[in-house]
């Protein structure tokens, strides 16, 4: 099989790795000669149903060995892997399926009550395969397991075929399958070990799904290197210092509410966390406070910021530790072989420090949207992406997420960014969390509205609030109204779900 190709790390690995621990799960450890056999076996079993080169196929699993194998065969054998995710609903689920035109689901025992109705669908997959289960039509995992290997696929994948769909988040909107091909994929993958550190020595914890592109580069960039994949379904605070304590853990990639959870667990300083090298950390800008409380928490270990998004395969900066602290609200420098701009309304290049649109540029940029056309040729204008995040630029070439362009509140004809209200309001000592958004007004065209997680034992009240705004907002940007509520809603990469909070807030 071709080098280049992400699959034929299997083969690599095994030559150079067989007895090493590719991947471990809470049932059993895999080394990366039992991974190769395992994934030939399934690459045959999916090529006998009938699956070629440039079909789709989704997968709708929680993090697990079957389903790593399941990408690594699907890739081998030119399949285009369609993730999707497991919290979604099942209307959402029939839409991705049918968008993309999958022809197989491969799936687990959990989401049976959606599989087996699914299976007689006019517009769904014609093949159903679940893990652990029978049911009518559904094939199980397991007939799939012991079938003969495939050493060479009939018609191997070029570098420029596509290699997945991933639908964005939906933030603000309906999910767009964003076409990633094999090219950039290896080149964040690349990315990823250039600029984010990733080494064959490291063991890897995911607790973050791996239906979604962040964990899917972080953790191929470990299985390319020869590293250890420690996975589990779910993540769990607890759970995971028990993991670094006897799998020695060196590295977890995390989203912020993952930090914050980690840093709650009582009598932390009992556990033997000396193996823990990295936290890797991106989706959200990390509040200055909770930079501050990690690092008094973990002073040992550096913490990796950055910047990307489902468009450009997920990275595209990097915030090394040493800078950690010293760059607040930074995400970092673009990544050797990515190109950052920061521009006007017009595309032209802004001062620097000035605030404007991110465009990025480089061979980990999509291929476009699957089956739209119109809002491809939006977003890839000239050659370059059209993130949507607004930014700055400074000096030395780090980059400063401010906010969304969406999310961006008018009041008055002045600019609010929800950002900034959000960072002076977390550091409130009673409050855990904070989300601002932007509601219609009739006298200012929109005003700020603030929602409050507030920390355990503490009682806020908006008087209080207020006051502690006002001395550091001028008073067109402290809110004019507060939420009280228990938690806020977020997608599963821990993105807080702002279109929900203003359609809360416009109906109470």
Wanted: proline share 6%; aromatic share 8%; with cysteine.
């Amino acid at each position: 099989m071709n080098p280049a190709h992400i699959a034929y790390l299997v083969d690599r690995n095994a030559r150079k790795y067989p007895a090493k621990i590719a991947l471990c799960s809470r049932e059993r450890r895999v080394n990366y000669l039992e991974l190769r056999s395992m994934v030939l076996s399934l690459t045959g079993a999916l090529a006998a149903m009938g699956i070629t080169r440039g079909d789709r196929v989704a997968t709708l699993m929680f993090n697990g060995i079957e389903l790593l194998t399941s990408y690594l065969a699907l890739f081998r054998l030119g399949a285009v892997l369609v993730p999707l995710n497991t919290r979604l609903a099942e209307p959402e689920w029939r839409y991705m399926l049918e968008d993309s035109g999958a022809v197989a689901l491969l799936s687990e025992e959990g989401f049976a009550g959606f599989l087996e109705p699914l299976r007689g669908s006019l517009q769904g997959p014609r093949e159903v395969v679940c893990v652990g289960t029978e049911g009518e039509g559904l094939k199980k995992w397991e007939e799939l397991a012991g079938f003969p290997a495939l050493e060479e696929p009939p018609d191997e994948p070029g570098i420029q075929d596509d290699l997945y769909i991933l639908y964005t988040s939906g933030t603000t909107g309906r999910p767009k399958g964003a076409v990633i091909t094999h090219m950039n994929f290896l080149w964040n993958s690349i990315n990823a070990q250039v600029s984010g550190g990733f080494c064959g020595s490291d063991v890897v914890y995911y607790g973050l799904p791996l239906f979604h592109g962040a964990a899917m580069g972080g953790c191929f960039a470990t299985l390319l290197l020869g590293g250890t994949v420690v996975l589990r379904p779910r993540f769990d605070a607890l759970e995971l210092v028990r993991l670094i304590q006897e799998e020695g853990i060196t590295r977890v990639p995390a989203v912020p509410p993952m930090l914050k959870a980690l840093m709650e667990i009582p009598n932390l300083e009992s556990w033997d966390l000396s193996s823990l090298k990295v936290f890797n950390t991106g989706a959200t800008v990390i509040p200055q406070v909770l930079k501050e409380k990690l690092l008094e928490r973990f002073p040992w270990v550096d913490v990796v910021d950055s910047y990307g998004l489902t468009e450009a395969t997920s990275y595209c900066t990097t915030l090394p530790g040493k800078d950690f602290l010293r760059k607040a609200a930074c995400v970092g420098k673009p990544h050797a072989y990515v190109e950052i701009r920061v521009v006007d309304e017009q595309d032209k290049d802004v001062s620097v420090g000035e605030v404007g649109e991110i465009l990025v540029r480089g061979p980990n940029i999509m291929r476009g949207y699957w089956g739209k056309p119109q809002e491809t040729q939006e977003a890839l204008r000239k050659g370059w992406l059209h993130t949507g995040d607004l930014g700055r630029l400074d000096q030395e070439g780090y980059l400063y997420l401010v906010d969304r362009k969406k999310d961006m509140i008018i009041s008055g004809g002045e600019n609010i960014y929800p950002r900034e209200v959000e960072e002076v309001l977390n550091l409130h000592p009673g409050v855990s969390e904070a989300a601002v958004v932007g509601l219609p007004d009739e006298r200012w065209g929109e005003k700020v509205v603030a929602y409050i997680v507030a920390a355990k034992g503490c009682s806020l009240s908006q008087e209080e609030l207020e006051k502690h705004c006002r001395k550091s907002l001028a008073g067109y940007k402290c809110p004019k109204a507060y939420f009280f509520v228990e938690e806020l809603p977020r997608t599963p990469t821990g993105k807080i779900l702002k279109r929900a909070l203003k359609k809360e807030a416009a109906s109470a």
